[in-house]
């Protein structure tokens, strides 16, 4: 079982950045591929960013490339997501996810049901 817990988010004008983070607890994590999603109010749920397990490849959305950084630190279980020239359509609730241990998603990992353990998420709102 893996539990997550997000945090960093907050209220930002456009232009500014954050950084969030995602704490995994168990002994899994350095095998668990990572996501971040978003959901906004009246929206569905949007794969944002990628980070495998394995060698760290890492994808992301076309929407916030060039502007999100996903990145790991294996020894401290923990996943962050760096975000620059935040716009207001950025504005949403924002999920980590992970994937089984030692299960590579493959091509799925902009698809919400590959992922096995979700965290409550944390609230990101951009000014205009």
């Known amino acids: 079982q893996v539990q997550l817990v997000e945090s960093g988010g907050g209220l930002v004008p456009a232009g500014g950045s954050l950084r969030l983070s995602c704490v995994a607890s168990?002994?899994?994590?350095?095998?668990?591929?990572m996501g971040w999603f978003r959901q906004a109010p009246g929206k569905e749920r949007e794969f944002v960013a990628f980070?495998?397990?394995?060698?760290?490849?890492?994808y992301y959305a076309d929407s916030v490339r060039g502007r999100f950084t996903i990145s790991r630190d294996n020894a401290n279980n923990t996943v962050y997501l760096q975000m620059r020239g935040l716009k207001p359509e950025d504005t949403a609730n924002y999920y980590c996810?992970?994937?089984?241990?030692?299960?590579?998603?493959?091509?799925?990992?902009?698809?919400?049901?590959?992922?096995?353990?979700w965290g409550q998420g944390t609230q990101v709102t951009v000014s205009s």
């Open positions: 996810a992970a994937g089984a241990p030692g299960i590579t998603t493959g091509p799925y990992y902009s698809n919400s049901r590959t992922y096995r353990y």
């Open positions: 168990g002994r899994t994590f350095s095998r668990n591929d």
């Open positions: 980070i495998s397990w394995n060698i760290g490849r890492t």
